[in-house]
């Protein structure tokens, strides 16, 4: 790895941590000897880079740095390339087209040194058409999730039953071939899963769950653990 590609990494290491990182973690990490990332360290200090910490302890970057945008290493690249790819097969033409965007919109500023990266990736997913049921317009869905307003629904089941329900939206899950509204429902008084090709009515309401996201996020995923740990008893 060349110096200017590690010390971006070493800014990229520190910033998504929430605690300090050790030199011990951080030659791990770029497959260097400690003494390569003291030296780093201490470049990056010298460059006004506002890290903080000591060998032993571990380094901080202040929360408040920021890097020119789009500074991306070729794995980083890569990983983009290949999670549009994968979008590409969901069933939800809004997701899809706004991954192209985003595609789009890093070719048009990205360094011509870096196109290669893009037109020809070293990562694929194995050719596909996209299949299953069309799922409807899921922006209402995830407007209400990231508002925390509740949701009227009208939802027709595997057997035909259709049934209106208020529920709580906490997720969009995706599958190869369908979508999947993860929700509090209030009549049943659980978490449920709604299929999105199977929602005949869709009304965001003016009323908010009642909670941040964050704490009913964290409950569907103790119910989710929970069901987990009870399918493995069953086995």
């Known amino acids: ?114 196109l290669p990266y893009i037109a020809q990736p070293a990562v694929g997913i194995k050719p596909d058409d996209v299949g299953g049921d069309v799922t409807r317009d899921t922006r209402p869905l995830r407007s209400a999730i990231r508002e925390g307003r509740k949701l009227a629904l009208d939802y027709r089941a595997a057997d035909g039953a259709v049934t209106s329900r208020i529920v709580w939206p906490v997720l969009l899950g995706y599958a190869d071939t369908h979508s999947l509204l993860i929700a509090w429902c209030q009549s049943k008084h659980a978490f449920r899963h709604f299929r999105t090709e199977r929602l005949l009515k869709v009304e965001i309401l003016d009323e908010s769950i009642g909670m941040s996201r964050s704490k009913l996020r964290q409950q569907w995923q103790q119910w989710r653990d929970a069901q987990m740990w009870k399918s493995r008893v069953v086995q």
């Open 1 to 114: 790895m060349r110096k200017a590609d590690r010390l971006f990494q070493i800014i990229q290491i520190l910033r998504r941590s929430s605690r300090p990182v050790t030199s011990s973690e951080l030659a791990d990490e770029l497959e260097v000897a400690r003494r390569t990332v003291y030296r780093d360290i201490a470049h990056l200090i010298a460059q006004r880079v506002p890290i903080e910490g000591e060998a032993g302890f571990g380094y901080v970057l202040d929360a408040q740095y920021d890097m020119p945008p789009l500074t991306l290493t070729p794995d980083e690249i890569e990983a983009v390339v290949l999670g549009v790819q994968m979008v590409a097969r969901l069933n939800d033409a809004a997701i899809r087209n706004a991954a192209s965007d985003v595609m789009a919109k890093i070719t048009s500023v990205m360094p011509q040194d870096l």
